[in-house]
């Protein structure tokens, strides 16, 4: 018995009564959703208990003749949900369609789990590309959608025609004067099937569609036979053919079936179940009589619907059957007070009383409904009162997770009581798009604000859709439309739902260096944000334009908010920066609109104007949309004293960048820490690289490392979340966009104008070209001394950095277009392999024996052992010199590989070699990061 505190029982009971009334509420607006056309489905938002679901938030969708449950899981529960679903032989493969008024849209292949009232949908994790759908889980109640549906088309001259009939232009086009019938029919590729034929057309208005489907053409059409150009002449097998026309809601394209294909009658779902096709004479009440085929539903007509005329009064029909006239074309045959024979689009004419069947839907209350899907969730999800608010423990610790994600704490970072109980205080949840809810850090904005001047802004390439904006009061992403119902496509949807981004409205960031007012050309119209949208804990931040991209090999470069503002004002603004809100901003939080013109303006008013909008915001639109021709005179509407800011901003933002950066690290951690070198030529920097174990975190912005000589690092020089890479090191790029998998040797490190960490890199095989990849897009593939001696000797890896670059010109900081970089000398040389075995003659006995005790004097180069550590001998390597020979050095059970000449005996033999030397454990080389990269997946 699963018994509940009277705690539990009154939130439960709280739960389903909330539950209930959502469905009655979706269920009562279903009544007009008939004439919806180009509206967002209505929704309705539930928070949800536990930690199972994303943003503990699920959303009833209202569909009309169905109503849809819908929300993520996280990503260990959607797994393992998806494997149960694969492995259970009930459960079928079909895509998630979100259903729309004029188009569907495919989002991803998905399983389905039927359950009394129940369509359960789980996207599959089986290659599925579409990260937007990744945890995504859709509950469908009520009807379940035909494959194939009727339309209501405005033109249906060949809807039920013969295939022939395709020659004659039709009547729809006969008008026009620009057109004859043979220019009508030449400029037409047609495609025949097994199953029917597919024409690519130029008329927007031909052909037109009787039926819609959820299929594609290619899963319906069966194999093609041939291909002509033109419609002047078609196979006389066909000509007498039947033949419908179906448009697909996926795709949209339109295509024709033969009607007399058995194929085709399956598909359609003409074929009535269990009734053999024959003729049967039938007489009419006033005695006509007329031959009528039984058994296939060519129209898809509703046979125990009753039939009325359009004119008042009139008695009402029952479908016989269909006759057909000698030429092969269809009509449908009704019977009443007497026999009607109609074509297709006279049958349209009649509107049809359905008999009324209770579905189970109908016959159960809201309150048994809102248990059964209790139930479901619990046993299929294993998520238990999933209906019942999150109580104060489980809001507490989402907060804790939501906080760390909006700050990109690094995987190892451990927060303290203290800091759990400040956090849970700060964060507070609040509606931040019509619906959508997400944790607030409030204070975060005006911090940012306090340190430099910037804005936020959402480019509009349409001004058409600016109403719509404001009578809906959002903005939202892609992925929310297409769920609700409205195929409106921004201006990369498909793209943006493949990459991740499409869960995400897309706005950048202006700030600048001092003095450098970078105007470009934006786009002619844009919205300007209020700035305390940052407090939101739900957006994430990259330097330049990922589409939004959520794969880790991308992800782990995303900034916070703090780091995009540093970065540009350090660097200069970068007009492809993005920042991406998770689902949707309301427009209340608008503060103006911007364009660059008086025509623009008078453009944008004349569309608010056009709607009916005279005041947006509590302003009136002459107000509401300003002329600014530059970014700098847009911030300075914003910023009181913005000159006198701007001028302190570097400064400022320094001690915000360095405040953000100390919530994110902790005693105990390793971090990197970035260290200069020599001043190139060319003005750039080397960097070398070393991976430290934090002490404590001090309040001056600096940090004190673990180990004896407590040495004290400035916070400025820790990068978090970065490989750790030096000159030497053999590499591979987890760039998918720059050939991922690519291995190259480092040359040098530098910081670019950019600000970003660059390795220069030296690839081998047919990718033996010097090249230059940002350090974040790296991986360890070996270091470089481990590898000796089939390699060059450590030295080698070293030549003076001023002997490889030149003094090219470098890349301008405020540019996106003009990039230039420089480059290697073509003089350095290419690194092979040794081909000999080495000589070991006259080399000097070993330094230490394996069983000596040794202790490190090298301070910084092996980021796991601590200057002054021990550790056991376990193998010594002779190398061509001796200060390369390679010491296999055993340190709290964990095995290396390092440099002898770094190393001195602490104390003699202590044990047995033996013991050691057949060891199966792989040494650890020498350079080797252990930072774990932080996935996307919990936002």
Known sequence: MNLKSPEQQDRRQAALERFSDVWRKTREESKILKQQIEELLPRITLLADGDSIKNQQIDVINEGDRVVVTFKLVKEKWEELAKRFRDDPSVEKKPIIYSGAKRDYKMCDGLRLSIGNFDIHVADDNDNIVRSSHGLVRIEIGSRRKSIEKDDPEHDDYSFGLAGDMVKMPSVLANDVSMNEYSWQSKMY?????????????????????????????????????????????????????????????????????????????????????????????????????????????????????YLASEKGSLGYKVAGYNRESSGRLHIVLVGKDIKVLSYRQFLQFSAVLHEEDSKIKKISEEQLALELEEVMEKIFDIKDALLSPDANAERMYKIKRYCWAHNFPEDRKLTVAEEKSIALLLERKEVAPGYFTFVEHGRAKKMEGAAPFFLYHGCDSIKNIPKMIDSNSLICSHERFRRGLKLDGMSSDDDLRGGGGDG??????????????????????????????????????????????????????????????????????????????????????????????????????????????EVNGKLVGDFVIIKSEYSSVAEVLSLNFDEKQSKAKDRVKILQNESKKLRIGPGQYVVVTQPGDVLPSGEVGISMRQVKIGAVNKDSTLTLEGPDSEIVKLEDVVLSFPLINAGDTVRSTDRSDDSGRVAVVLGIYRNSRGALIAYTKGDGDLGEDSEEEVINLELAS?????????????????????????????????????????????????????????????????????????????????????????????????????????????????????????????????????????????????????????????
């Not at 890896?797 to 002997?803: C, N, V």
């Open 783 to 939: 270091p470089g001394s481990v590898t000796l001696p089939t390699k060059p000797s450590w030295d080698d890896y070293h030549p003076h950095q001023s002997d490889y670059f030149d003094d090219s010109d470098l890349y301008d900081p405020v540019d996106d277009y003009h990039m230039e970089y420089p480059d290697l000398d073509d003089d350095f040389p290419d690194i092979e392999p040794l081909e000999s075995e080495p000589n070991f003659e006259n080399v000097v006995a070993p330094k230490f024996k394996p069983g000596n005790t040794v202790i490190n004097l090298a301070y910084g180069k092996y980021p796991f052992i601590a200057k002054g550590e021990k550790g056991l001998v376990v193998n010594y390597h002779k190398m061509l010199k001796p200060e390369d020979d390679l010491v296999d050095v055993k340190v709290e059970g964990t095995l290396y590989k390092v440099l002898a000449k770094d190393f001195d005996i602490s104390t003699p033999d202590k044990v047995e070699v033996e013991n050691f030397t057949a060891s199966s454990t792989i040494p650890k080389s020498l350079g080797a990061s252990i930072l774990k990269e932080l996935g996307p997946e919990e936002d």
């Open 505 to 614: 409205v897309f706005l950048r960031m202006w700030a600048d260096k001092v003095r450098v007012q970078y105007d470009t050309n934006y786009y002619g119209t844009f919205l300007v944000f209020d700035n305390f949208i940052l407090d939101r804990t739900d957006y994430y931040c990259y330097r330049t334009d990922e589409y939004g991209k959520t794969d880790p090999a991308v992800f782990k470069s995303r900034l916070t908010a703090e780091e995009l503002l540093n970065h540009q004002i350090e660097f200069g603004f970068r007009d492809s920066n993005e920042v991406v809100f998770r689902h949707g901003i309301s427009f209340e939080d608008v503060k103006f609109i911007v364009v660059k013109d008086k025509d623009r303006r008078e453009a944008v008013l004349g569309e608010l104007y056009a709607a009916g909008i005279t």
């Open 190 to 306: 047609v495609f025949y099937y097994q199953h029917g034929i597919k024409v690519i057309k130029c008329e927007e208005s031909w052909p037109p569609a009787s039926f819609q489907t959820d299929k594609y053409s290619q899963d319906i059409l069966g194999g093609m036979t041939t291909t002509r150009y033109g419609m002047i002449t078609l196979p006389q097998d066909m000509q007498k053919r039947p033949i419908v026309w179906i448009r697909s809601r996926l795709s949209g394209d339109t295509f024709c079936l033969f009607l007399d294909d058995p194929q085709t009658q399956e598909d359609l779902g003409m074929k009535e179940e269990g009734v053999s096709v024959s003729q049967e004479t039938i007489t009419a009440p006033d005695g006509d009589q007329i031959v009528v085929e039984k058994g296939i539903n060519y129209f898809l007509a509703d046979l125990s619907a009753l």
